[in-house]
């Protein structure tokens, strides 16, 4: 079968690999059918050392189940499944406090042995992974059903860990897919006002659509004399970091408002930054955020997608074959696309 790797920044080539075959009683296997690549997936792409025997990319799908292991009850064979960028029982301490994330038994499928930007996929504890999709859903919500293994949910889960309510200030920094669905995230959250930072037109022209009263294309103190100028002096409630790069914590601390709350879903790219007085202590601001929990979250939301409450897949503005994956990460970096859609 065939499946994408990457060997060294910049080089992702799809190659064949041997099928994934069950390894646990708990375990399936999925024949993909949706993938994409997401933002996260250029850190890697512009740092990744020299991999000889590749690293295995992708971590969103979606599938038809094709195996399952002998102690798999709620996944069947044929059915269709959404599986999220990170694998969990869904039963142990962690998972019942909602980080599933954080599960004892749990792992990522990005860089595991098998992943998801490929034919077929190993999905380790099936049972508590996979969600299964309504039999006779129709395909033209499947890409907004995808972005629930990842994308919006991640955009969603900075606002929920956020904290954003009713008539609350929100800035949203970053205008890609996650920062797009926090947007959208905050809108149903009540936000009054939400103010994207960004400078990409048409990507900052669909997070107007997603529910942004503001934009503010300037970065740096610039971007930041902005955002105050438009909340009058006061700063944000919540402040969603969706880029992961530390210039855009350094912006996240300066337009939060004392007693405000930064959430951060980028993936962050460096390990020291200003906590001390002049960033969050004299603020009174709260930090947080993390991997999002988007297993907890899918049945929430499958619902609001299936009956058009929203619309996430929006994000998604070119659609690839696996076979020219390595043209979707150009476009992506190049931001000459917003987020490819995947079809193995």
């Not at 038994?105 to 996929?121: M, N």
Request: one cysteine or more; glycine letters at 12%.
């Amino acid at each position: 079968m065939r499946a994408t790797l990457m060997f060294t920044a910049g080089d992702v080539r799809v190659v064949e690999v041997p099928e994934p075959t069950l390894q646990r009683p708990t375990d399936a296997i999925i024949r993909v059918t949706y993938a994409c690549v997401c933002g996260s997936d250029l850190h890697p792409y512009h740092s990744l050392e020299e991999t000889p025997g590749g690293r295995r990319m992708g971590h969103e799908a979606i599938g038809v189940v094709e195996q399952v292991g002998s102690s798999v009850e709620h996944v069947r064979v044929g059915d269709t499944v959404i599986v999220p960028f990170a694998w969990s029982d869904n039963t142990c301490t962690f998972c019942r406090d909602g980080v599933t994330t954080s599960c004892l038994h749990g792992g990522f499928f990005d860089g595991a042995p098998s992943a998801t930007q490929a034919e077929k996929l190993l999905v380790p504890q099936a049972d508590g992974t996979a969600v299964v999709i309504p039999e006779g859903t129709e395909e033209s919500l499947m890409p907004s059903l995808l972005t629930l293994s990842d994308v919006y949910l991640t955009g969603y889960h900075a606002a929920r860990t956020g904290g954003v309510a009713t008539g609350h200030t929100v800035v949203v920094i970053g205008d890609g897919a996650v920062g797009l669905s926090a947007v959208l995230a905050s809108r149903l959250m009540g936000a009054a006002t939400i103010i994207l930072m960004g400078r990409h037109e048409d990507r900052t022209a669909l997070g107007r659509e997603f529910g942004a009263t503001h934009i503010v294309a300037e970065r740096g103190a610039e971007g930041i004399a902005q955002v105050i100028e438009i909340t009058g002096g006061e700063g944000a409630h919540v402040v969603l970091e969706a880029v992961g790069h530390l210039p855009a914590y350094e912006q996240a601390y300066g337009v939060v408002r004392p007693g405000g709350t930064i959430s951060r879903v980028g993936v962050p790219q460096y390990e020291e930054a200003p906590v001390g007085f002049r960033s969050l202590f004299g603020k009174n601001a709260t930090l947080t955020g993390g991997p999002a929990t988007v297993r907890a979250y899918i049945e929430a939301a499958l619902p609001q997608v299936l009956d058009g409450t929203i619309d996430p897949g929006r994000v998604f503005d070119r659609e690839l074959p696996l076979d020219e994956i390595a043209e979707a990460y150009r476009l992506m970096d190049s931001r000459e696309a917003l987020k490819v859609l995947i079809r193995p």
